[in-house]
């Protein structure tokens, strides 16, 4: 296999111009991809990287290697680097993981060439891949592929690329470390850390991300027209909540986007009958008001009808909710769209006190957002 060139893959938006250019710069050779990065993070980031990689080597007609996700190698392998600055020793040592990878597997196919999608990054250093690959190339008699793709535009011909072929562009390296660092710099949730405990598909959410970029994939198949883009939305999280009976916590559902509470004693909550109107029928349900708070109370069984669900308990709700959007016309409903009371579905409303314990967060961030041609 002489004439083949086997290319460490970073991401999609890296690879994807880079393996076009040197399509355009070798085309007697025979380039083959070898997706291995176990630096990323979360495991369904990976996942939704390399699904992005598969097409786009479908699409340039590469073939493509995956290698293991030898994460907690990974790990050992920057042990006391941790708190390492971006660009530095860290960075180093996870290039040089990869690298050495690649050419175990292009020595082990006699494959004499090898090069790296990392090149390609304007957030990397070219020089220190450079030499890091050359050094490694050596161990294994091999030679390491240099090549700038960056200079004269380049950089800037790689993003218009990558949104013209509707790639995913992730918004950090992969690694949880260098992600933490940009995050509490921002003071910001690490939303790509975070996954609901009923598994709900969240807005900005690993699962919502997948979901989209699989819908992409989809329309593309049956032949739909989509529009992919970013729309800015204010996302919530629950980081813990609970309700508390006369010492006792009860089992409580927190809706989407209620607001914090610091223990705070609701006073005895006065039921109220409200009429629902839903598409062609009207409902009447009990909503419990807190005398001494804005938090509001809903009994399971009128949440079932609401939403035709049918929950036994809260519990069984808890680690299988709703639909976010069922939850967020049910917040319409109640409170109003725009609202951000509290609103907790119990078992049964209690009429006396409570207290309520909510830790919310409520963050602006950019979400990936899929639009098909009716």
């Keep these: 296999m002489s004439e083949s060139i086997l290319v ?8 994807h111009y880079f393996l076009s250019q040197l399509q355009l710069m070798y085309p007697e050779k025979k380039f083959i991809g070898y997706f291995y990065n176990p630096n990323i993070h979360p495991r369904q980031e990976y996942n939704l990287r390399y699904s ?25 392998s920057v042990k006391g680097l941790e708190d390492a600055p971006e660009k530095g020793e860290r960075c180093i040592k996870c290039f040089d993981t990869r690298l050495e990878n690649t050419a175990k597997v292009a020595h082990k196919m006699r494959i004499p060439l090898f090069t790296t999608t990392l090149l390609s990054s304007p957030l990397k250093d070219s020089e220190t891949l450079y030499k890091e690959g050359d050094q490694i190339a050596k161990k294994y008699d091999l030679d390491f592929l240099k090549v700038d793709v960056r200079s004269n535009g380049g950089t800037q011909r790689q993003s218009e690329l990558a949104n013209k072929d509707k790639l ?30 009923g598994k709900q598909i969240m807005p900005g959410s690993n699962e919502q991300r997948l979901a989209v970029f699989q819908k992409r994939t989809e329309c593309e198949a049956k032949g739909i027209k989509y529009i992919l883009n970013k729309c800015p939305k204010i996302v919530w999280r629950n980081m813990r909540s609970y309700c ?26 006065v039921c109220m009958e409200r009429e629902l109107h839903l598409d062609s029928e009207s409902i009447r349900i009990q909503v419990g008001y807190a005398s001494k708070d804005d938090s509001v109370f809903l009994g399971l069984s009128d949440v ?14 808890m ?5 976010y959007e069922k939850e967020l016309v049910l917040r319409s409903l109640i409170c109003g769209a725009d609202s951000i009371n509290p609103i907790i579905i119990i078992d049964k409303i209690i009429l006396y006190s409570l207290k309520i314990f909510i830790d919310a967060r409520f963050q602006e961030t950019s979400v990936f957002n899929i639009t098909t041609d009716s």
């Design 8 to 15: 460490h893959i970073c991401c999609s938006v890296d690879s």
């Design 319 to 323: 680690f299988s909710p709703p639909e």
């Design 244 to 269: 508390v009976d006369n010492s006792q916590v009860i089992d409580s559902y927190l809706l989407a986007f209620s607001k914090s509470k610091r223990l705070v004693k609701t006073g005895y909550i």
């Design 304 to 317: 079932n009808k609401i939403l035709k669900t049918s929950y036994h308990n809260v519990r069984e709700m």
């Design 52 to 76: 992005d990689v598969q097409r786009s080597c479908q699409m340039l007609n590469i073939p493509l290697i995956e290698g293991e996700y030898e994460c907690q190698e990974w790990f050992e």
């Design 168 to 197: 995913y562009k992730q918004n950090y390296c992969g690694c949880t470390f260098a992600l933490s660092k940009q995050r509490d710099l921002h003071n910001q949730l690490i939303l790509e850390m975070m996954s609901n405990i």
